[in-house]
């Protein structure tokens, strides 16, 4: 029989607090086994070995994963000199070691404490950077590693930088402990061969931990901690794949139970369940763009936004969006939070439904021409 959850489809925006082993897609596929829908998606990998925050969208949501993708992430990272592995992080196997004296370890110090800036660095072999539909660190896997083009790696802050001792599989090393603001796309392992390069010792990630994704914080009361247990023994299913248990959940997603690390919040499926829906949040705050809510006048533009229809730069949504001088009083309609960076999609907005209305989208994703033409771009449903 098919087995269906009451109540309407679950539908916002996840914080995640991941654990050490599992993969960010373990974290989605747990996410859709609680909530027994396939419309799930995660803001940004997280390696299985990094910890922190991961965003997760859920229902309609999933379609503004590309922008909470976008935005900058933080981290506290471990840079672990001496020597440095395959996979660039503790996970991998050593392909260099050397001595460090106090002369290096005030250089990398120098050197992660100059870090802000632009650096065209290759991501890492082991990534899931694709080239030519094959992923990185499939082929590093079978021996035989993607050439791999550098890139723009930008760091826009860094503090809190200091010398520590890191305890790993092999003992002790020296190491430099720092936090990082750094640009979608840039990664923190080929940050660590950067280092050592600078330095002239082998460097390697020993540790990370995402603290922040855009506005959101690692430390917001209503981020998920689960815990994780290792994937039963079973050579003849991959881990990360699922495990069918029986019947079909709401818009007939297939009832999986996860089959890779097992992670939890206490309780039965249904407990989760709740737990899970109760950390479900807005996503419209989040959004590095501009959000207005369609009350009051905007209400009749936002049922013509939804037929498709464009609205002219002397509409109300318009004037919302119109950009108004630092300190100047907002009109009640326009956003409470702006673009994070006057750069970055300047361009775009979401208006969102006031009302929980069955025949209109929760909110519409609009592009906003020079002139202050307002065009529909994308629909954002429930």
């Not at 590693?145 to 802050?157: D, H, K, S, T």
């Not at 402990?177 to 280092?195: E, M, Q």
């Not at 994704?213 to 247990?229: F, K, M, N, Y």
């Amino acid at each position: 029989m098919s087995r269906r959850r009451r109540g309407p489809a679950p539908f916002g925006v996840l914080a995640v607090h991941k654990p050490p082993g599992p993969t960010s897609h373990d974290v989605v596929a747990w996410i859709r086994w609680v909530l027994g829908t396939r419309e799930v998606g995660h803001c940004g990998t997280l390696d299985p070995a990094a910890t922190g925050l991961l965003l997760v969208c859920v229902g309609g949501a999933t379609r503004l994963v590309p922008l909470l993708t976008a935005e900058d992430k933080s981290y506290d990272a471990t840079f672990v000199l001496g020597s440095t592995t395959d996979t660039l992080d503790a996970q991998g196997d050593v392909t260099e070691r050397a001595a460090v004296d106090g002369v290096a370890v005030a250089r990398a110090h120098a050197c992660v404490e100059g870090l802000a800036g632009v650096h065209p660095l290759p991501p890492p072999a082991y990534s899931a950077v694709k080239v030519d539909g094959v992923r990185a660190h499939e082929a590093a896997r079978r021996g035989a590693p993607l050439e791999l083009a550098a890139r723009p790696m930008e760091v826009y802050e860094v503090d809190d930088v200091e010398p520590v001792e890191y305890e790993g599989a092999d003992g002790s090393a020296p190491a430099i402990r720092a936090h990082l603001r750094v640009r979608k796309g840039t990664y923190i392992r080929s940050l660590a061969a950067f280092v050592g390069e600078r330095v002239g010792v082998p460097c390697h990630l020993g540790a990370l931990d995402r603290t922040a994704c855009g506005a959101t914080r690692a430390d917001d009361p209503r981020v998920l901690h689960p815990t994780a247990s290792p994937p039963p023994e079973d050579p003849g299913i991959a881990a990360g794949e699922d495990r069918r248990i029986a019947g079909e959940g709401e818009s007939g997603a297939t009832e999986r139970k996860p089959r890779g690390w097992r992670l939890s919040v206490a309780g039965d499926r249904e407990s989760q369940r709740a737990t899970v829906l109760g950390g479900l949040g807005a996503p419209w705050p989040l959004l590095p763009i501009a959000s207005v809510f369609a009350a009051g006048p905007l209400e009749g533009e936002f049922e013509r936004l939804a037929h498709g229809q464009r609205l002219g730069p002397s509409s109300a949504l318009s004037q919302a969006l119109r950009p108004r001088p630092e300190g100047a009083s907002g009109d009640a309609h326009r956003a409470t939070r702006a673009p994070a960076d006057p750069g970055r999609e300047p361009g775009r907005a979401v208006v969102v439904a006031a009302e929980d209305r069955p025949e209109l989208p929760a909110a519409i994703l609009v592009t906003i021409e020079p002139s202050g033409r307002i065009c529909p771009h994308r629909v954002i449903r429930r």
